[in-house]
Nanobody
């Protein structure tokens, strides 16, 4: 059974940085990703990374500001968020897929974490 546990959320001022972590228990060679959901909005894609960690994909609205990475030896995926904006405020979810290909759609995720709140104040 795969379990995903996020941490690292909290309150940060606009322009600041924050790093989210997702610890994975169980198998580690999954395509993984971060999604986020703001109040009243659908859950949206943020960034994805391939199983070995050699390929990444980003949503346009975070490209150049966020960096996704993973350390399979530590069963951990990270999201480094820089130059944060108030519109980045959301609950951030870690997700994993057993399918081949980058996990860029929430419909393809097989496993989800419980989410961690990120609030960016202006």
């Amino acid at each position: 059974q795969v379990q995903l546990v996020e941490s690292g959320g909290g309150l940060v001022q606009a322009g600041g940085s924050q790093r989210l972590s997702c610890v994975v228990s169980g198998r580690t060679l999954y395509s993984m990703a971060w999604f986020r959901q703001a109040p009243g909005k659908e859950r949206e894609f943020v960034a994805a990374i391939s199983g070995p960690g050699s390929l990444t994909s980003y949503a346009e609205y975070v490209k150049g500001r966020f960096t996704i990475s993973r350390d399979n030896a530590k069963n951990t995926m990270l999201l480094q968020m820089n130059s944060l904006k108030p519109e980045d405020t959301a609950v951030y979810y870690c997700a994993a897929s057993t399918a081949i290909g980058m996990l860029t759609s929430r419909l393809r995720a097989n496993y989800w974490g419980q989410g961690t709140q990120v609030t960016v104040s202006s």
